[in-house]
Structure formats: structure tokens, C-alpha cells
């Protein structure tokens, strides 16, 4: 039998406070590499 191992990618919402000119900079750099916010912030903690 020919099957396959599903994988499931669990998320969490969250919600931090940072200052706005460091929101301003993710922004503009998000922009600049075309990737969303989410994207942007998971890659620098990673």
C-alpha cells in the first residue's frame, strides 16, 4: 500500500508591542523582500 505522513503546521496568534519606529522599519522591509509581516518577524526569530 502506498500511502503518505501528513504534516500539520500548528500557528498562534500573538500580539506584541514594539515601537513605532521600529513597526515603520519591518514595514518598509517587508516591502523591499515582498513578504508579509508575519514572514518578516517569524524569520528574524528564527
Not at 11 to 21: E, G, H, L
Request: no cysteine; net charge neutral.
Amino acid at each position: 500500500m502506498i500511502g503518505y505522513t501528513g504534516v500539520i503546521l500548528h500557528r498562534v496568534k500573538t500580539a506584541v508591542s514594539i515601537p513605532d519606529d521600529v513597526f515603520e522599519a519591518a514595514e518598509r522591509l517587508a516591502t523591499e523582500r515582498n513578504v508579509s509581516r508575519s514572514e518578516l518577524y517569524a524569520a528574524a526569530l528564527r
